[in-house]
């Protein structure tokens, strides 16, 4: 197999690069000291780029980029990545949106306890005035008041809970979720936005676009009760700046916690002069543990982008994604992949590619069609295939795709189904999301699993008879591979099915070994 060539534009903690150089099938090409012009010279057949905010994937990037297959941008801001150029050039622009979530939401919570208490004034009065005066300090209790959520995503969510421990009563908008999500957590729901604004805190957790630009300015700000406190850690410009600059100084805005700026770095910014704000420089992912994970998640989403498992959290899809309710988008990732194993078993010209889907699921089986078709067709053509031109490539190829919704008789909630039917055979792989999403691979031709949908894994069918879980892991022992995981699934007609998960890249010889056992009907390893 060629190796795939993946370039880190930017620095990324050790753990990230670690992840890339481990595969063997990955060529990894470190270009963090390269200058922008050096970068350009060595891109163009690179497969894959992990960036992050210095490095502008513009058009300069984008044409010189000529092999380019995905741009992963290790964080969550994309305001530097041009998105529909990639899309004119088939190149699927992806970011890294949960991986800092911990870290966000506990400095958002720093900041609404530093609007409070003013302890940033206090520390630096005492500290460096050398004043001790108490009297100067005094601020409000967070208990019992009303804290005002604006974007009730993972972010936001997880400041509403924090913040209900301390006493708070909190009041969220959010017009592209349930209500339910809020009221669930004994949280109040609002469609009206005048209902954050006489809130006595508040705080915006909401992407950047048109919608959300100087969300809350002149207007929004007078409605405000006297003595608000104002909280942004997601994105600069959710505020209009002037305005709040003039309500922290007139003391209609008792305080604010800001973290982002419209522009930065901000080091002569007019918000820096004024004495009742507290201000940090863009820290929202700033601590050890979210930089290692979003490296991380950054690598693993590379790798999966270059072999063309999967697209985690691709930005410019053929659908809106804030058009899809929130439990739609780990099915779509889940079918790619199940799409990708089932082309790895069944090595043949494709025919036919089906999905099925029961639930609630089914009302998105034409997304989850394209999906399925990105992940089979990146398998067995050399073509390049991604989420706008998948449908086309495979009735060029004159492979017959189809998707269907059916009544539910799985038991699950929701289930997905997908169906390759070659000149060899059919394969069929089913598979499901427990929780929010958490991924599962619950069947394959007939056999029943739970198994996540991750990593080296050698799929064994066999006749249902003594000994053969002994032959498989005698042979891997001898060979000194690990196994860290043994699913074993059992059928009609006497036969069984196992998927062994394990540490190490399995190669033909193994393969043959395990072939050559009697109660062996086939055999075959998979990537995912």
Avoid at 191 to 216: Q, S
Avoid at 409 to 416: D, E, L, V
């Amino acid at each position: 197999m060629k190796q795939k060539k993946i370039i880190v534009c930017d620095a990324i903690h050790q753990k990230g690069f670690d992840i890339l150089h481990a595969e063997k099938d990955i060529e990894v090409i470190d270009a963090v000291a390269l200058s922008k012009e050096e970068l350009l010279n060595v891109i163009g057949d690179c497969d894959v780029a992990i960036t992050r905010s210095s490095t502008d994937v513009d058009e300069k990037f984008l044409n010189a980029a000529t092999s380019m297959q995905a741009i992963v941008r290790a964080g969550v801001g994309v305001d530097n990545v041009d998105q529909d150029g990639c899309s004119r050039r088939g190149i699927i622009a992806m970011n890294v949106p949960t991986a800092n979530t911990i870290a966000a939401v506990e400095l958002t919570m720093a900041h609404l306890l530093g609007t409070a208490r003013s302890f940033v004034n206090a520390n630096n009065h005492l500290k460096i005035d050398r004043v001790w005066k108490r009297e100067k300090w005094y601020g409000v209790e967070l208990c019992n008041k009303r804290l005002g959520v604006i974007g009730f995503g993972n972010i936001g969510s997880r400041v509403a809970i924090r913040a209900k421990a301390f006493g708070m009563e909190i009041v969220a908008y959010d017009p592209y979720i349930p209500s339910s999500k809020v009221t669930d957590l004994g949280m109040i729901y609002t469609e009206n936005f005048n209902d954050i604004l006489a809130c006595d805190f508040i705080t915006i957790h909401t992407p950047k676009n048109k919608e959300t630009i100087n969300m809350i300015s002149y207007e929004e700000i007078a409605k405000m009760k006297d003595g608000v406190r104002l909280i942004n850690c997601a994105r600069g410009g959710l505020y209009n700046e002037d305005a709040l600059y003039d309500g922290i100084k007139s003391g209609k805005i008792a305080f604010a916690g800001i973290d982002v700026f419209s522009k930065e770095p901000a080091t002569s910014h007019k918000l820096l002069d004024l004495e009742n704000i507290c201000v940090t420089p863009h820290l929202g992912a700033n601590t050890l543990e979210s930089q290692e994970k979003i490296a991380v998640q950054a690598a693993e989403n590379a790798i999966s982008a270059a072999r063309g498992i999967s697209y985690p959290n691709a930005l410019n899809l053929p659908i809106k994604a804030e058009d899809l309710p929130e439990f739609v988008e780990p099915y779509l990732e889940l079918v790619q992949k199940m799409g990708f194993l089932a082309a790895q078993l069944n090595k043949s010209a494709l025919k036919s590619i089906k999905i099925e889907a029961e639930g609630e699921i089914g009302t998105f089986a034409k997304s989850l069609l394209t999906f399925g078709i990105v992940g089979a067709l990146n398998e067995t053509t050399e073509d390049k295939v991604n989420y706008v031109n998948a449908e086309f490539v495979a009735k060029e190829k004159g492979i017959d795709i189809k998707s269907e919704v059916l009544n539910g008789t799985s038991g699950y909630k929701n289930q997905i189904t997908i169906t390759l039917t070659t000149e060899k055979g059919v394969t069929s792989i089913s598979g499901t999301v427990f929780g929010e999403d958490e991924q599962r691979i619950v069947g394959i031709n007939g056999f029943k699993f739970d198994f996540k949908p991750k990593g080296k894994m050698i799929i064994f069918r066999n006749y249902d008879v003594p000994g053969v879980i002994a032959s498989i892991t005698s042979i891997l022992a001898k060979e000194n591979i690990n196994i860290s995981d043994f699913r074993l699934g059992r059928g009609a007609h006497q036969f069984a099915m196992a998927v062994i998960l394990v540490d190490t890249d399995i190669d033909k010889k193994i393969i043959a070994e395990l072939n050559k056992l009697e109660a062996c009907a086939w055999v075959e390893y998979a990537v995912l």
